[in-house]
């Protein structure tokens, strides 16, 4: 294992050889800041040029801000109101001349970068295309989002019952994600039972578990920054169309196998998406499937490379995505079931491991 | 009380009638979208043109999306691929050839949507200049939040007592503050004890508390989207410069006093924010008071106005910030003592209620 030193200066190495049709790039989310630094606090800038560095905070946090990346970064302290013309400055200490600018950034910080005088290009996702691969200790942090996303959920269990809401439900699951605390939520718990599982977003409501009901449970935990992600949809006995559900409930399973075991390194995302689309389109639920098949995954819940028809990025070691292909059927409800998985070796490897065939997903099963 | 369709159809008309260097406005700020239309989902925009008003949103909410608003806007479900083009079209419809946009959009969104050909001008704060003023019912969801924060308050205080970690308290607080779910949080818990009181926005640590320490607790609830925001600071008995303790807490009570009778209908934000300066610089703490004086809140926790040495905005009747002075000093410690006002019949009024007094905030005091 390499220190934490050691791998901000890859990331940085790996930043700088990513810089083609611009001389510098100057970085405003703070999500690619803290990947390149380690900080947390809520406010800082970076100028990265090819061969100067430097880290832009506030008096707040000041020089000390970083402590395992500050070997690699000229530290810079500003007050607010000068701070497009300091980056002026730097650019020009460092000898940027066409200065990258992430698009993910506010209109309005460009205008302000702009009115300085910076020759400002328009460069999307030059770290978030370096994040796409991630570090065994990223790895590591994402497992153990995992652990407590797994762990709460076999502790919700005895909890799902019928008359129960989808609102107290989300409540307690969302109580056991946090840990007292300890962990923070991707996003909020989705519980959807019903017809409202035929709803791919939708929110919890007082509706009452019933029997005949499938119940989709999507929900993500966090661990050092990390964040994971994961669906089970539950089916409560009893109700009208069974076979129907379960019908379903077998095709979205399929799917999400087909998907796993179809990616390997040099697909396509877009492939790998459309084999899980296909074995759906098969079964005769092609328009039931509106969703993309997964997204990548790490210190955002949503990151690149998106799982999804129009992306033509091919999957390597190292990057982590979620499959979660989905039916959802007006009147009837809905499933989907998403894992993460990791590739390795050439293949992709589940890293969420609660079982998902219907028998062990069915209330009362075993 | 106007019914919420009434409500709706007053601030549409008041953002038409801001319409002055655009024929119309391009809404992408899901807190202005949730502000001109109750809209609570994850995404949608809207193109207000003079006569017409459109409300776009995707597939997984369509046309229903909006219900006390529905009769003020035209419902348009879309395709995300087809995104710029529709716009454009939208546009046309509408009669509008110059587009405001708002400028906290990033800068991406701006790239896509000049690449359909439409003309595109910056448009600052439109929407949230709306937002300043408040009204009955928003000023019944921020009083609400200001009730579940200070009932946790009053919860949480036997549990404040030595030894006690700065990150126990905060998690404990959080907890409380979160009501099993039903309030958001809109910011995390600041617990910071000795020394860490110096630091403005200190994360809490594992630092026990101790005899002597000044303890900042800033802390916000929320309800029906509306935040509250607001700080005490305790000063637990014993310990080292008891004097100096006792004596910027007084300084900052006095500033904080002074700001909340010196604002009336007409100053500016700037002027407030003097009038507390201006105490704690005659105190000759000057230098330690490095932070704005307060913040317009509603539903976000800091809008419209800042009550800042830069911001010209005269304040009105329905306006809502805080009153936050605050003196650090390094070593030592800090205070800082925040309270939300209301704007009425031309002057402000405490929405906050926790006692001031340093007897009161000291432990073990009554």
Known sequence: MITATERFKERL?????????????FISSLV???YLTGFTGSSAFMLIGRKSAFFITDPRYGKDAIKDAGPCYEPVVIGKAKFPPLVKKLSEKAGIKRLGFETSA???????LKAAGLELKP???LVERIRMVKGPEEVESM????????EAFIKLKPYIKTGVTETALARRFEEMLRMGGRAQLPFPVIAASGPNAAIPHARPTGRKLAPGDLLILDWGSESGGYFSDMTRTLLIPGGDHTAEKKKIYNIVLDANREAISFAASG???SQIDNSARYVIKQAGYGAYFAHATGHGIGLEVHEFPGISRGSAVPVRD????TIEPGIYVPGLGGVRIEDMVIMEKGRARPLTRLPKDLRMNTLGGK
Do not use: H, P, Q, W
């Not at 497992?143 to 797994?150: G, S, T, V």
């Open 13 to 25: 190495a790996a930043l700088r050889a990513s810089l083609k049709a611009v001389d510098g790039l």
């Open 267 to 269: 697909k396509t995302a």
């Open 123 to 125: 460069a999307k996702g």
């Open 143 to 150: 497992k153990a989002a995992i652990r407590r996303a797994e």
């Open 106 to 112: 506010s209109y309005a910080l460009y205008e302000r």
């Open 318 to 321: 190292g990057m982590v995505f």
């Open 32 to 34: 690619n800041v803290r």
